[in-house]
């Protein structure tokens, strides 16, 4: 079984990221203008007439603004995936090309996207069992003791009510678990091997998924804490705050949201252009360390 080397991985994707800075940008930055532009006139209206619908009360509003939404995400992943193949190929399999401009779409792509979407089915639907699974442990302790729930009272029902949200938990955990391993090597597999890269990854990432959880740490978790520090100091820690008083005033919720949409709508185009500026670090070491991660299960070590 062959393990994937921590600290090498997240050497190697930092020293891609970083020590090849330019060629990243290069690899990246017409998707990354694509995406941003796109992404201004798409959510910024989105965010405003989202605002404008919950102050007038008239939801119909919603599904017009929803389905502009759905259509740029729907872009946005195959850019996301340029993007992935982009990185991906210069690290496993570089090509003879120019690396100051990249944009390509074509089979390696478009399974790339086929394989996200197959992730994406199927975590909805491991989530739905999730849902009825735990709901059915909760109803089937509740069938098994009904003398217990009768005495007991509240605190039965509390107790199956926590027995589900156990069972639940325990879900979630099995669901990370299960993609993590399904997607981590998605793309490199794909570009390497061709198909869509779910069932290699399985089998690559076996006994892999604690060095996965490491390296994930190590390379994503510095820059979603840079990201969460720039959002709070653009919009503020009270933006973030759960406003757990508002749970029992629907009308106050919806003020509230509001309120928050019409904030995003203003502070939007400034947040985009801080993410443009940190897509090269941001996409680098999302994409890299699989990349890198692949190559050690793959080549075989002198």
């Given amino acids: 079984m062959n393990k994937i080397p921590v600290t090498q991985t997240v050497a190697e994707s930092y020293r891609f990221t970083f020590g090849g800075l330019s060629k990243v940008i290069g690899l990246i930055w017409l998707p990354i203008v694509i995406l941003t532009v796109g992404g201004y006139f798409t959510m910024v209206p989105y965010f405003s007439g989202m605002a404008g619908a919950l102050d007038s009360g008239d939801m119909n509003q919603q599904g017009a603004l929803l389905l502009r939404e759905l259509a740029f995400e729907i872009v946005a992943v195959v850019l996301m995936a340029m993007i992935a ?36 089915v199927l975590m909805i639907v491991f989530t739905i069992i999730l849902v009825i699974f735990s709901m059915i442990i909760g109803f089937a302790v509740n069938a098994v003791l009904p003398a217990a729930a009768a005495a007991a009272g509240a605190g039965m029902s509390n107790g199956v009510v926590g027995i589900a949200a156990l069972a639940g938990l325990v879900g979630c955990f099995g669901l990370i678990y299960v993609f993590t391993r399904l997607g981590f090597l998605l793309v490199p597999a794909v570009v390497m091997e061709g198909g869509f890269g779910l069932e290699r990854s399985w089998q690559l990432t076996k006994g892999n998924f604690w060095r996965i959880f490491a390296i994930a740490l190590a390379t994503l978790l510095p820059i979603m804490i840079v990201v969460l520090f720039i959002d709070v100091a653009i919009l503020g820690p009270d933006f973030l705050a759960p406003h757990l008083d508002l749970a029992h005033d629907p009308a106050a919720q919806m003020r509230h949201s509001a309120e928050q949409m019409r904030q995003m709508s203003a502070h939007l185009p400034l947040m985009m252009g801080i993410g443009f ?9 999302t994409f890299a360390p699989a990349a890198f991660a692949y190559r050690a299960l793959t080549v075989p070590q002198a």
């Fill in 85 to 120: 193949v982009a990185i991906t190929r210069e690290i496993l399999a570089p090509v003879k090309r120019p690396s100051f401009f990249r944009f390509a779409l074509g089979p390696t792509e478009f399974r790339v996207v086929g394989g996200l979407f197959g992730l994406f």
């Fill in 277 to 285: 500026l940190l897509a090269p670090f941001t996409y680098g070491m």
